[in-house]
Structures are given as C-alpha cells and as structure tokens.
C-alpha cells in the first residue's frame, strides 16, 4: 500500500519549474536564437544591396524606396515592445518559434511580391515576425544563463550574430542577385529560416513570468499605433514635411503616446513600467539603441545604395565593402566579453559612437572621388565601434529592467533601436538627395550624410556619459 504514496509526488512536476530547470539547455539555446537572430538580420539588411534591382523590378519611384527600406523596420518598432511583453507572459519558446516561421513565410512572400505595395507590406510582417523573434531570444538566453558572467558571454555572442546578420545578409543578397533575379535571395533566406525553425522546438525550453491580471491590450494597441504613426510620417516626409498628412499623422502621434501613458498608469499589469523612465541605466539603455539606429544602422542602410550610384561598384563588390564594417563588428563583438568588470556597458557604448564619429570623418569625399579604397578605414573603424555597441546594447537591455522582465527589456531596447533606424533612414535619404540624383550631387549629399551621422554619434556618446546611477540617493535610504 505503499505505492500509492511513492506515485502521489510524481504530479508533483507541478512546480514545473524545477523539472524544467534541469531540462534547460544553454548551448543550444544560445545556437539556436543566434542562428534566427543572424536569419532575422539577414532579411533585414538585404534591401541594401538589391535595393536599385528591386525598385526598377517593382517600378517604384524615387520618392517611395523609402518604404522598401523601412517596411521591415516599421513592422519591428510597433510590435517589438509589445512581443516581449507577451514572451514574458505568456511563453517566450512559444513566441520565438511562431515568430520564425511567421518569417520564413513572409520572406516567402515578399520574393512573390508583384508591386511595391505588396512586397512594403511582406516587409512590414517580416518586422513583425522579426519582433517577436529579437524580443524573445533575450528572455530565453537569461533564462538559460542564470549566472552574471555566463550572460555576459551569451549576449554578447548574440550581439555578434547580429553583426554576423548584417553582414551575411547583403552578401547572401548579393550573390544571389548577380546570378540571378534578385526575388531569389529572399526565397533563399526564407528557406533557411524554416529550417531553423523546424529545429526551435526541441532545442527551446519554454520559460515564461507570469504576473497575474489581463494583457495589456489597451496599452499595446496605443503604442502600436503611435509608433505606425510616427513612422509613416516620417516615411512620407521625404516628399516635404509641411503637408497635411505628415501634420495629421504627428498629431495622432502625440495623442496615441497621450493615451498610452495613461492606460499604463491604470494599468495592474502594464506592458511598459513607467517607473523605469526614472531610471538613468534604462534610459542609457533606450538612448543607446535610439542613437545607433539613428547614427550607425541608418547610414550603413542607405549607404551601399550610394556607393553604387557615385561609384559604380557592383551589388557583389558594394557586400564585398560592406562585410568590412558589419565582420569588423562580429569579430569586436565576439571578443568585447573580456571588457566586463573593467569597461561598463554604458562606457563601453560611448567608446562605440566616438569611433563611429571618427569612422565618417575619414570618409568625407570619398563618394566624390570615385575611390572606393577611401572607404576602408573608416569601414573598420566604424565596424569597431559598432561591435561594441552590439554586444553592450543587449547586456544592457537585460540588466536594465526587473530578472523576470528580459524579454521586455529586450523589446523596449530593440524597439528603440529601429524607430531611430526608420527615422534615421528618412533622414539620410532626405539630407543625400537634397540637392539632387546626379552623381556628383550626390557625392556631395553623401558627406552632408556623413556629417549628420557623425553628429548624432557625438551626440550620443556625451548623453551616456551623463547617465549615470544615482548611488548617493541608496545611501540615503539606508
């Protein structure tokens, strides 16, 4: 009679927890979510390239390629906060995996797309797909390193997969395009997608920090509906800024974030914690991923494009120059673990936007020479500063929030990170052209570009010197 009293505990995988925690596998955790966070990168950066292809195949004109950059960027911004509030919640093995394959099949169909239209709106799904993706990769690498020192190496090897993306992406892009149409590259990054997707499942342990009450769905839907707004505008604001649409648009801009700070202060369980703003590492945090969308990520979109009209390089030789800055950055990135504990992440960011401002000195005037070797060493440079600021932002979006909030701070971070790249990219489209599309215009457009971004990275730097913690204010606590 003995037996029933030795079954009794076997429900007793009710604290699930503690069964699951053996189960948890760190290193093919970390393979798989860098594998579908290089994926994710791959089909973001892979317009770069095949951009002037896709829009003569598309018939799309001067004013709109905008959108064929920042459709996937859109898609992120708006859902990227909101996936890793939901990953938290709810699963973040569950909302990686149909995160991958939302974007095998959305690649999928943006290489079938048959107009500008429809292949903006494959782009603005792949970003949504890609949302949950980069927001619930982090919530599953904390949950698989516990440790300080083994997070530190786990983000920053998936900081390095995403230098890795970036770089593998145009190349990928590239090569396909020179052998054949360019709509292949996405039905071979779509491809590979699945695959890593049909691999997720068995790999992944589900972990998840419940908090009670409803989802914030009021919350969601205001904040992703700001963000929409904001991007199109700025989107649209390529064609003039003082237009009824762009004035219509940046107005349900401010009276969405309006109403989204007020359902988050009613909130029990809101998506975004307010109190985090008072912050000054989270905001190191949010300013930091703002600023290298702003300065690194926007130029380095729009760029390659450049090269090839001042330059005449080829799509296969623009990737070539390319992998210069994005290898640069993986391999910085990979080796950036051994900083910690004598270089914090927020210094370590500061350091990555003054060599990006150094970067686009040296490379004043090369568009106007012809000289495609002029771009080199600032490349490197700028691939220097960029692998540190991606396997700092990552640490940091982590450390900066609550342990059972990293798939959150990890959408907060990223979200931040390419609102300033949409932004960026209007930006830099707008400052290149502005005194025309003859070559020699935009060589000159090209450095007023480069100054910009060399602005915006001083700019940063010398805001995070200033984001410090408060440590007097604990002591008086105590």
């Not at 790999?203 to 205001?222: I, K």
């Not at 649209?236 to 237009?243: A, E, N, S």
């Not at 300013?287 to 969308?293: E, M, V, Y």
């Amino acid at each position: 009679m003995q037996q029933p009293e030795l079954t009794k505990p076997a429900p007793a995988p009710a604290p699930a927890s503690a069964s699951a925690t053996p189960a948890v596998r760190p290193a093919a955790t970390l393979a798989v979510t860098s594998a579908a966070t290089a994926v994710t990168l791959m089909t973001y950066t892979a317009p770069m390239i095949t951009l002037a292809d896709t829009a003569a195949s598309l018939h799309t004109g001067l004013s709109a390629q905008a959108w064929l950059l920042n459709g996937t960027p859109l898609g992120l911004a708006a859902l990227l906060l909101v996936a890793g509030s939901l990953a938290d919640d709810y699963g973040r093995r569950r909302a990686f995996v149909l995160g991958t394959f939302a974007l095998g099949l959305t690649t999928a169909l943006g290489a079938l797309a048959p107009n500008t239209l429809l292949f903006t709106l494959a782009r603005i799904a792949q970003g949504a797909a890609s949302a949950a993706i980069l927001a619930a990769s982090l919530g599953l690498i904390v949950h698989a390193f516990p440790t300080a020192a083994g997070r530190v190496r786990a983000t920053g090897v998936w900081g390095a997969f995403v230098s890795g993306g970036i770089a593998l992406g145009p190349l990928v892009a590239g090569a396909v395009s020179d052998a054949a149409d360019w709509r292949w590259s996405y039905g071979v990054l779509a491809a590979v997608t699945l695959v890593v997707a049909t691999l997720a499942p068995k790999a992944l342990t589900e972990s998840r920090s419940p908090r009670g009450g409803r989802p914030d769905l009021p919350g969601a839907l205001t904040l992703g509906l700001a963000l929409v707004a904001l991007l199109a505008a700025l989107t649209l604001g390529r064609d003039g800024w003082l237009r009824a649409p762009i004035a219509v648009l940046l107005v349900a801009t401010a009276v969405l974030l309006a109403a989204f700070v007020a359902v988050e202060r009613r909130s029990t369980t809101p998506m975004l914690d307010l109190t985090l703003l008072r912050r000054p590492l989270f905001l190191a945090s949010t300013a930091g991923a703002l600023f290298t969308g702003l300065a690194v990520i926007a130029l380095f979109s729009y760029v390659p494009t450049l090269v090839q009209h001042t330059m005449g390089v080829t799509p296969m030789g623009t990737a070539g120059l390319f992998v210069i800055w994005s290898g640069m950055s993986f391999l910085v990135a990979l080796q950036a673990r051994r900083l910690a504990g004598r270089v914090s992440p927020r210094h370590q960011l500061a350091v990555g936007f003054a060599l990006h401002a150094l970067a686009v000195v040296t490379m004043l005037g090369a568009a106007g020479s012809g000289q495609w070797t002029r771009l080199l060493p600032g490349l490197a440079i700028s691939g220097i500063g960029s692998g540190l600021l991606n396997a700092a932002l990552p640490l940091l979006a982590v450390e900066s929030v609550p342990a059972g909030r990293a798939a959150m701070g990890s959408g907060a971070n990223n979200a931040a990170r390419y609102i300033g790249s949409a932004a960026g990219v209007a930006l830099m489209i707008a400052v290149s052209t502005s005194t025309g599309t003859t070559r020699h215009a935009l060589g000159h457009g090209t450095n007023t570009a480069l100054v910009v971004s060399g602005a915006l990275a001083l700019t940063a730097a010398g805001l995070l010197l200033t984001l410090r913690e408060r440590r007097p204010a604990t002591r008086q606590d105590h």
